[in-house]
C-alpha cells in the first residue's frame, strides 16, 4: 500500500505540475489522472470508467484571473482511487472527488499566496543581476506546488483507504443509489458551465442542431461530431467561394473603369 500511495502522490504531482512546467498537456485532466490511477491500482477499465465521469463534471471548470477553481487534481485521483479501493463504482466516486476538490482548493490558494513571496525575491535577486538566485526562486513555487498534492494524497491513501472503505460498506444501498442518481445529474452542471463560456447567438443554431440530433435523430457524440466537423468544411468553403467571386468582380469593375492599365 505505501508503494501504491507513493505512486498515487507521484501521478497527482505531475497532474499539478502540468501547465507549469510540461505545457499544458493535459495531463491534469480527470480523464488522464483517472487512467494513472487505474494502472497504479491494476483496474484500468474502472479508472478510465470513473475518469470519465468525473471529466464531465469538471469539463467546464477554468481558473480565470485570480480565481482558484477547485483542485480537480487532487479530487480525481483520490476519488478514483477510493472507488476502486471500495470495489464501489463510479457512483463513490462522484460523492467522494467533488468534496475532495473544494477542500484541497483551501490548500491551492495558501500554496499561491506563499509563493508570492518568491516572486518578489526573485525580483530582487534580478535587480542584483543574481540569475542563480532568480532560477531557485523560479523552481521553488513548482516544488511547493508538487508537495501541495502529494503530500496530502500520500496520507489519504495510507490513513483513509481502509477506514473509507469501512465507511462505504457501511451506508445503507439505498443511500449509495440515491448519490449515484444524483451524482448522474452533476455532469449536467460541467456541460452547462461549459455552455456559459462558449454560448453566443451565432453559435447557438449549431448547439440546437447537435440537441435535435442526439434527441431525435439518435446519434451518438462521435456522429454528431463529424457532422460538426463536415458543416464546419463547408462553411468554410462557401466564405472563401464568396471572397474569391467578390475579388473577381472588383477587378472586372476595374477592368470596365479602365482603372487597370497593362501597359
Known amino acids: 500500500m505505501v508503494s501504491q500511495a507513493i505512486m498515487l502522490g507521484i501521478v497527482a504531482g505531475i497532474g499539478i505540475l502540468d501547465s507549469r512546467i510540461f505545457g499544458a498537456l493535459m495531463l491534469e485532466r480527470p480523464l488522464i489522472t483517472g487512467l494513472l490511477v487505474g494502472l497504479v ?23 480565470i484571473g ?22 464501489k463504482g463510479p457512483e463513490v ?6 468534496p475532495i476538490a473544494v477542500l484541497a482548493q483551501s490548500l491551492g490558494v495558501l500554496v499561491r499566496i506563499v509563493n508570492g513571496y518568491f516572486m518578489h525575491k526573485a525580483e530582487k535577486f534580478a535587480a542584483k543581476a543574481d540569475f542563480r538566485g532568480v532560477t531557485l526562486m523560479m523552481w521553488i513555487p513548482p516544488v511547493l506546488f508538487f508537495l501541495s498534492v502529494f503530500v496530502p494524497t500520500f496520507l489519504a491513501i495510507i490513513l483513509g483507504a481502509d ?101
Open 66 to 87: 485570480a480565481s482558484t477553481p477547485p483542485d480537480v487534481v487532487t479530487g480525481g485521483v483520490l476519488g478514483t482511487a477510493f472507488a476502486i479501493l471500495s470495489g
Open 163 to 263: 477506514e473509507v472503505k469501512g465507511l462505504i460498506n457501511a451506508v445503507p444501498k439505498t443511500i449509495l443509489e440515491g448519490l449515484g442518481v444524483a451524482g448522474n445529474l452533476l455532469p449536467a452542471v460541467g456541460f452547462a458551465l461549459l455552455l456559459d463560456m462558449l454560448y453566443s447567438k451565432k453559435m447557438a443554431v449549431f448547439f440546437f442542431l447537435g440537441f435535435l440530433g442526439a434527441s431525435y435523430l439518435g446519434l451518438n457524440i462521435t456522429a454528431i461530431a463529424l457532422f460538426g466537423a463536415c458543416i464546419a468544411i463547408i462553411i468554410h468553403i462557401v466564405i472563401n467561394n464568396k471572397s474569391e467571386v467578390g475579388q473577381g468582380a472588383r477587378v472586372i469593375d476595374n477592368l470596365t473603369e479602365g482603372e487597370i492599365d497593362f501597359d
Open 41 to 63: 491500482l491494476g483496474d484500468v477499465k474502472q479508472g478510465v470508467i470513473i475518469g470519465a465521469q468525473l471529466e464531465l463534471i469538471w469539463m467546464g471548470i477554468a481558473g
Open 93 to 98: 466516486a462522484l460523492v467522494i472527488a467533488v
